[in-house]
């Protein structure tokens, strides 16, 4: 198993020439961190971090405008910590410098709060809508009933995580620790206690939360045995007490905002996540009006009616089970004077109860059954982010209809790298037409993670000879 398909899905950069901060943040945190004392090849990793869909947290001594403005273009990073022992007006920096700090302890501090409000916008934007029944809009909208029902997928246990583990993390010492940890002390009905970053980094946060956005089928059979053991602590939200409504303060940016708008009423919503809750109202606004230097973030309070939802109850918080079905109910922004500052959008969401969550799924399999789909079809074609078009000119080319195949990969929006390669290799072999196969290969190029971006070179070498 590729330890580069494990993690959270946050990465810790240290630009630092001088070599101060690795020891103490690593020995602060569960994350791995990446040391660059040269400028060109700490930006080419954190620009590869997009085509690994990884979000990057940069702690650096740097203080030249000039190479802050330049971390501050890249689109991986998403908050950038400053050590320092020259003092600075915060307001002349960057807007993604979260401050600058003097004293190593506090830096430590802002980083740990830091990577827990991060992972939770991460797990609000992980969300999917479902427009239409049959899942042509989205299939993997389905992905976790489909995931929860597969007789196939292998049972794991304690002991196949535990051995995997210590080979993915073989050079992470603090990892190492938390899993020896996990093997001696963990109880199946203890698990909510697992969720804790700062106690119990493993299995939840370095496996499992990224996992579950990512829908990373060998992560997830790794760890069922953990995900088991916490959904059989979910309990209907009628019977604990005070949840019937709960809240979420967060910072989202407009655009997804304006995703829930145009969806209000339409559409069904599901975070691929567990959703951490409150059920207190003024917690939920504190954390949604924290103070940011980030122009576009907007303060978001989420207003849920639980209804009968599936949850579980802890000291701390409450936890929402896995992509748990939600209506749109309506969206309200509430803005400053002159309309110029916004203050705070509550997005109100409504639980499908269990009724209309059966009669969901039940309608979205029949049709699947209908189409002679299987739920291990689906999940198999899902693994690969296959759509309709693509499966469609997969047909073709298996039939030897060239020309049809090409027009259903040209009407697939935003193609992977597998899509361009594919279509790049049928333009070249099949319908001679170099130029456009050279494009699609040059386009999957640029698109390439470190294990796509070899075989892309050998399809760009066919095409050039």
């Not at 949840?243 to 599901?270: H, P, W």
Request: with cysteine; net charge neutral.
């Amino acid at each position: 198993m590729a330890s580069n398909d494990s993690g959270s899905g946050i990465r810790l950069v240290a630009f630092d020439d001088q070599q101060k901060l690795t020891a103490p943040i690593r020995n602060a945190t569960s994350e791995p961190v990446t040391l660059f004392q040269e400028l060109s090849p700490c930006i080419s990793f954190i620009e590869q971090q997009t085509k690994e869909k990884k979000i990057v947290i940069l702690i650096t001594t740097v203080l030249e405008d000039n190479l802050l403005q330049t971390f501050e273009s890249l689109a991986p990073i998403e908050a950038i910590l400053i050590s320092s022992t020259i003092e600075i007006d915060i307001d002349t920096l960057p807007t993604k410098v979260i401050d600058v700090y003097y004293q190593p302890e506090n830096l430590l501090r802002s980083l740990t709060e830091l990577l827990d409000a991060i992972e939770m916008r991460i797990n609000v934007g992980s969300f999917l809508f479902n427009h239409q029944t049959d899942a042509s809009d989205n299939l993997s909208f389905y992905f976790y009933n489909l995931w929860k029902n597969d007789v196939e997928n292998p049972k794991s246990t304690k002991k196949s995580l535990i051995d995997q583990a210590r080979l993915i993390f073989s050079s992470n010492n603090q990892i190492k620790g938390s899993i020896q940890q996990f093997e001696s002390s963990y109880k199946p009905n203890v698990t909510l206690t697992w969720l804790d970053r700062q106690r119990y980094p493993f299995p939840y946060h370095v496996l499992i939360s990224n996992a579950l956005r990512s829908h990373n089928k060998e992560i997830l059979s790794l760890t069922r045995c953990f995900i088991d053991d916490l959904t059989k602590q979910m309990k209907p939200a009628t019977t604990i007490s005070n949840c019937k409504q709960v809240y979420l303060g967060t910072k989202i940016s407009m655009n997804l905002i304006e995703q829930f708008e145009q969806r209000v009423k339409t559409d069904i919503v599901a975070f691929q996540c567990f959703l951490r809750v409150t059920q207190s109202r003024a917690n939920a606004l504190v954390e949604a009006t924290q103070p940011s230097r980030r122009r576009n973030w907007a303060n978001v309070l989420f207003k849920i009616d639980m209804n009968d939802a599936l949850c579980a109850s802890s000291t701390e918080a409450i936890i929402i089970d896995m992509a748990t079905p939600f209506k749109i109910l309506c969206v309200t922004r509430s803005t400053g004077a002159n309309n110029t500052q916004q203050l705070l959008t509550i997005i109100k969401l409504s639980a499908l109860n269990k009724n209309e969550r059966d009669k969901l799924f039940q309608e979205f399999i029949q049709q699947q059954e209908k189409l002679g789909r299987t739920i291990n079809d689906l999940l198999r074609r899902m693994g690969t982010d296959i759509s309709d078009d693509e499966a469609l000119a997969d047909e073709y080319k298996a039939r030897g209809e060239w020309s049809q195949a090409a027009d259903s990969f040209a009407r697939i929006t935003d193609p992977n790298v597998r899509v361009l390669n594919k279509y790049g290799c049928l333009l070249q072999e099949h319908l001679y037409n170099p130029s456009n196969a050279l494009r699609c290969h040059q386009q999957a190029l640029l698109k390439a993670n470190d294990r796509e971006h070899a075989e892309t070179l050998v399809h760009l070498g066919v095409v050039y000879k």
